[in-house]
């Protein structure tokens, strides 16, 4: 089990590094202009992320979860959007 402080670090840092993407999914959405984002390089990083969740899932961190199951959510409008456009 992992230190509830731990945790509370974890999700103040999901928190931040997660709802960073938020302004480029807003952007992308709200311009319907998807042309200036890498492909590869949110293919890369939702790869990465899928991983990431993965791995929180299988030391049940509540804030490794969180942070990666939002976090791939938003990678994955994203490319939708570029894939659509």
Do not use: C, H, R
Not at 14 to 21: D, G, M, R
Not at 22 to 27: D, E, G, L, R, T
Not at 40 to 68: E, H, K, P, R
């Amino acid at each position: 089990m992992i230190d509830p402080i731990f945790e509370i670090v974890g999700l103040l840092a999901a928190f931040l590094t997660t709802s960073a993407f938020i302004p480029q999914v807003y952007k992308i959405y709200k311009e319907k202009n998807a042309a200036g984002i890498s492909l590869t390089m949110y293919i890369i990083l939702f790869t990465g992320v899928i991983l990431w969740l993965i791995y929180g899932i299988l030391i049940s961190s509540l804030s490794i979860i969180i942070a990666n199951g939002v976090t791939a959510l938003l990678q994955l409008s994203i490319i939708i959007f570029k894939l659509k456009n």
